[in-house]
Nanobody, 123 residues
Framework: VQLQASGGGLVQAGGSLRLSCQAS????????MGWFRQAPGQEREFVAS????????HYADSVMGRFTLSRDNAKNTVVLTMNNLKPEDTALYYC?????????????????WGQGTLVTVSS
């Protein structure tokens, strides 16, 4: 499975971005998907996940209420909508496909990873 992430860029604090991740195979519709991010010099951290049906999402406390994750299984795509962005959201964002229908916050729960898309939020 290959994952193609897009939508990153430079935005001012308070602005919005929409990250998309498209999978190369339809079989990911049976798996949860998630987004993680990694800032320079820091560990990769969980951002959000969504179950295989798109009915249940989980978010890191740091993005709760600002980010929304959705998926369209017909298009093999997940979309992370990020509002009210803060400078501390600056990072390389990675999408991933989980091993199971329900994902988690641990990177070990994910099998396939995209190449990352850079989000930079200026103050």
């Amino acid at each position: 499975v290959q994952l193609q992430a897009s939508g990153g860029g430079l935005v001012q604090a308070g602005g919005s971005l929409r990250l998309s991740c498209q999978a190369s195979r339809r079989t990911v519709s049976n798996n949860a998907m998630g987004w993680f991010r990694q800032a320079p010099g820091q560990e990769r951290e969980f951002v959000a996940s969504i179950d295989w049906r798109g009915s249940t999402s989980h978010y890191a406390d740091s993005v709760m209420g600002r980010f929304t994750l959705s998926r369209d299984n017909a298009k093999n795509t997940v979309v992370l909508t990020m509002n009210n962005l803060k400078p501390e959201d600056t990072a390389l964002y990675y999408c991933a496909v989980a091993l199971r229908p329900y994902g988690g916050a641990d990177t070990s729960s994910y099998r396939y990873w995209g190449q990352g898309t850079l989000v930079t939020v200026s103050s």
